[in-house]
């Protein structure tokens, strides 16, 4: 008898509590700088993927650790008033992830971390159940080892996988190796492969780790993928930028919405762009989760920047993807 309820989306990675600083500009080594507000905000890359699903209408599940401070009684409260099934291990006397956020008038953010060892999710601390009840997995390969064995359970069980990932941790490789739709950071495909084209790294990835698809997030750029055949780029959307805070984290949420519905891979590319771009409008790793509707609206109005080209157009002088 199945224990858990079938879910749209399972999410097993990093939960944090943001604490969210606005500053002109980027404090000079050796200064001395006041800072008018600090917001407390929940955020992390899965958590926050997680949420923006459910917000959409799938029905979702989290997986993580938290310690057993205030702010895991802030992350359980918002998993509960999202309606996320949160499956949460819980460690005594330990304080939940943290990250301090600086946020410069442009709305750029710098990250510090603080993250307590004992808070790695651990294989023997994931169900296998909460993994292969749910039609995609979405893992971010902080806590490799329990990303690993969640992963290898979905593609045993036929769950699409879908990874976020801004860093080659130690053992990533048997993660990439289990992984369907690899999106990632613009600095992970060099450093995953040694190549510093991006083109000819995602083509180097998928042939390397069997994906069915491998992109780059590029920022203000937009996203470039590959799907063994052909490219695919999207721009990225122009809106008032508050806090780029969570923008890749919503990115992934709307590439895997998009995914469940059966779009297009062009319509989940433009319209993760789209959803990203509006979160950026307000402060915090949630600041703006848009309504599906204020995503069509600025997918259908809104206006682009320009388009990035690939090295090798860049190079030849043809137009841009």
Aim: hydrophobic share 45%.
């Amino acid at each position: 008898m199945q224990r858990f309820p079938r879910v749209d989306l399972v999410g097993v990675g990093l939960n944090a509590t943001d604490t969210l600083i606005p500053l002109p500009s980027f404090p000079v080594a050796g200064s001395k700088v006041e800072y008018s507000t600090a917001r407390v905000l929940p955020g992390g890359q899965v958590a926050t993927t997680v949420v923006a699903c459910q917000r959409w209408g799938l029905t979702t599940r989290y997986v993580g650790k938290l310690g057993d401070d205030d702010a895991a009684k802030l992350h359980r409260r918002e998993f509960d008033r999202a309606g996320v099934e949160a499956q949460l291990v819980t460690v005594l006397g330990c304080a939940s992830p943290q990250s301090l956020i600086i946020v410069d008038a442009a709305g750029e953010r710098t990250v510090l971390c603080r993250r307590d060892e004992r808070l790695v999710l651990q294989p023997a601390e994931v169900d296998r159940e909460w993994i292969v009840s749910a039609r995609a997995l979405h893992v971010d390969g902080h806590d490799t080892a329990a990303a690993i064995q969640a992963a290898q359970w979905a593609r045993e069980a036929g769950v699409l996988v879908v990874a976020d990932l801004d860093e080659a941790y130690p053992g990533v490789e048997e993660l990439l190796e289990n992984v369907d739709y690899l999106i990632v950071s613009r600095n992970f495909p060099p450093q995953i492969t040694g190549e510093p084209h991006l083109e000819d790294a995602l083509r180097q990835m998928r042939s390397r780790y069997g994906s069915v698809l491998t992109a780059v997030t590029l920022g203000q750029d937009g996203v470039l993928a590959w799907d063994g055949s052909d490219f695919f780029y999207a721009a990225a959307y122009r809106v008032s930028v508050a806090d780029t805070t969570g923008a890749g984290d919503i990115f992934h949420a709307g590439f895997i919405y998009g995914l469940l519905q059966g779009w297009t891979l062009q319509r989940q590319l433009d319209f993760a762009c789209a959803a990203a771009a509006l979160n950026c409008t307000a402060v915090g790793a949630r600041g703006c989760i848009a309504p599906l509707s204020a995503i069509e609206e600025l997918m259908t109005t809104g206006g682009r920047y320009a388009e990035w080209q690939p090295h090798h157009e860049r190079e030849q002088g043809v137009t841009p993807l």
